[in-house]
């Protein structure tokens, strides 16, 4: 969707409405799985969100948040769930992604004529007047933050990262089904070839190398995970899209026009990382792109984000957050999480649509199931393949021209049917 010369972007001050709107409804929130603040302790998080925009002209135009996220965590590879109900990723841009997913689900269940999107060719398209935009509280880690990260970092803390004497330093080395599971070792493995050495880093590693690819998260005592950083997933959307293989059989490709960043900005490393870096990607499938989204700073600061707390001189200690949340629009409350499982589920009991998470995988496929009736019962990777040719010959682009190291979930873990 190219958008009209006359858009969003004349709006007054945008970024800061799109800032000032998420910050009002996390505020609106109750206090179930905000980060707590102790006389002199406090928890931080990151805050991110999507909002739409929709825009008749420069005094007549809404903006209103579409999906809120918070959170910090991601779950290692040895807490994996092979029945899709826990979230693997619960960074808070990852968790707003997700929400967006569920919104989309929702849109599919209740079209009418004031929905962003419509009906062109068997395919839902968004309207030239709507437009979606992403807020992160603090750069993403990953590529983007990795410049403002060793910036921030003095000579003491640098040689406590490397050298504390109660971690063991771990590099992807010590983990083959690191390497074992990236794209490039995947596909060789297929054609019974040797396996490469790859170029990727965990985490914070290497501050100087740049425009590479990154798994979360960066303590040296923690045990690997499979998810990519936020950066790198914010890149892989800025070709794939929002909508998630899932849905990408009934959504063309849908795009952020901005990205807004609070702490730790850089607008040439973000730039860099969620889209220069793709430059070189060719023969793309239509209707996908390389988007480049505008991106914005904001001073309008976040008071649960770390440098915030740390600002205020008041505590002696400010540590990170264990819970997220998310908060979709039409949702009356936020839903919230611990280590990938909604608080309050049952431990050791199956689980059921009320205790898992709304937007983990097993959550969304039978949301889509119920919704579009015609849907075969098959496993959430079959039709993730079967029912997304277009999305996967993009994605394959991706991967085979540009993010060859991209460590992928193995397919057992998506393999769930009902």
């Known amino acids: 969707m190219k958008e009209s010369k006359m858009s969003w972007k004349t709006i007054p001050n945008v970024e800061s409405k799109i800032v000032e709107a998420t910050l009002r409804k996390y505020k609106e929130l109750t206090k179930q799985g ?19 925009i929709h825009y008749s002209n420069k005094d007549d135009y809404s903006v209103q948040v579409v999906s809120l996220g918070t959170g910090l965590k991601c779950l290692p590879y040895s807490k994996l769930c092979k029945t899709g109900d826990v979230l693997n990723d619960s960074h808070a841009e990852i ?16 079209p009418n004529e004031s929905s962003p999107f419509i009906l062109e060719n068997g395919s839902l398209v968004q309207r030239r007047d709507y437009s979606f935009h992403m807020y992160i509280s603090q750069s993403p880690c990953g590529d983007a933050s990795m410049s403002a990260l060793a910036n921030a970092q003095t000579v003491e ?23 074992e599971n990236t794209y490039i070792n995947k596909k060789l493995q297929r054609l019974s070839r040797e396996m490469k050495k790859v170029q990727f880093q965990r985490g914070r590693f290497g501050f100087d190398q740049v425009g590479i690819l990154r798994t979360k998260p960066g303590r040296l005592d923690s045990e690997p995970t499979l998810c990519m950083s936020c950066s790198d997933k914010l890149a892989r959307w800025n070709v794939l899209g929002l909508q998630s293989a899932l849905l990408s059989s009934f959504y063309d490709p849908i795009y952020l026009s901005s990205i ?47 440098s915030f707390l740390e600002s ?10 264990g819970t997220a949340l998310s908060w979709v629009i039409g949702m009356s409350k936020s839903e919230v999480f611990v280590n990938g ?19 983990c995988k097993r959550s969304l496929f039978q949301k889509l199931l119920e919704t579009r009736e015609e849907v075969p019962k098959t496993s959430y990777l079959e039709w993730k393949r079967n029912h997304s040719k277009v999305y996967q010959k993009a994605k394959k682009c991706l991967l085979d021209q540009v993010f060859d190291t991209w460590v992928q979930t193995p397919s057992e873990y998506e393999d769930f049917t009902f």
């Open 34 to 52: 905000k980060p707590l603040v102790h006389e002199i302790k406090a928890e931080w998080t990151v805050l991110a969100s999507i909002v739409m």
């Open 157 to 179: 803390s640098f040689e406590m990262f490397e050298s504390g004497k109660k971690r063991k330093r771990t590099i992807v080395d010590d983990y083959p089904f690191l390497t």
């Open 312 to 321: 205020t001189g008041e505590y002696k200690a400010v540590i990170p957050c």
């Open 260 to 306: 807004i960043v609070g702490d730790m900005f850089d607008k040439e490393a973000l730039e860099r990382a969620l889209f220069k870096r793709l430059k070189d990607i060719k023969c793309l499938p239509s209707p996908y792109r390389l988007n480049q989204p505008d991106i914005f700073s904001t001073e309008i600061q976040f008071e649960a984000s770390k």
């Open 95 to 110: 968790i707003a992604r997700r929400g967006f997913i569920k919104y989309l689900l929702n849109q599919l269940k209740q």
């Open 341 to 359: 499982s909604k608080q309050g589920a049952p431990k050791n009991k199956p689980l059921n649509a009320k205790t898992r998470p709304s937007i």
